[in-house]
């Protein structure tokens, strides 16, 4: 069928196909076998012919996320400590799992390593990208993930596919949040030489500890709401100096 195709795949007739077996059906008497390249079950048999830790089954892959032909998720645990199950699927210089790549059409595989921990787990299902952070709702059905501004793209992926197969590992809906970088600011301490201490502790009393505090206000306000204890002309002068300040740092 259509659907059990990898869409890249094309063939010709006599061409061999690895596929693996998902049903047998009779019609008219006559017994229908149906193959499947597009299956998670396809891609567990091609890592068990390709890794023999895996054949054995001192390697086990504990969860399988796929969207055929684009990329691959797949979670792994080593029942030997010797044993690096990422570094054995992979295999020297990728050996391994570039065989089973070109199977698939240049699908990509992400293997990592499985752990039972859903907040470690989620952040290893979404590589490539970095995770700063992750929370997860009461039941452990949402998270919310935060990511480095310039690795949004990587953590949700081409079409939405890193996230959509992160989500389907964990087994949770996955939700990626960018972090904001504070912006540089000033401690006020740091003018209490050039606008006197009575005026910081104005600006302190009025909710003003930080240099772009003050900037959210004009010199109008910093006179009304300090009750005059900084006037026109000072307000101006801190006003004009912390502005300054900004525009040498930039």
Known sequence: PKNEQIYKDRYRKGDTIRAVVTGVHMRNGNPTVIISRTSELFLERLFENEIPEVFDGIIDL???????????????ISHDERVDPVGACVGMKGIRIHAIVRELQNENIDVINYTSDKHEFIKRALQPAEVLKVELDEEGKNASVLVPADEVSKAIGKGGVNIRLASKLAECEIDVYREVEEEDDIDLAEFEEDFGKEAIQALHEIGCDTARAVLELNADELVSRTKEVIDEELAKKIMDMIRYEFEEEG
């Open 62 to 76: 504990v969860k399988i996320a796929r969207s055929p032909g684009d990329r691959s998720k797949v979670a792994v």
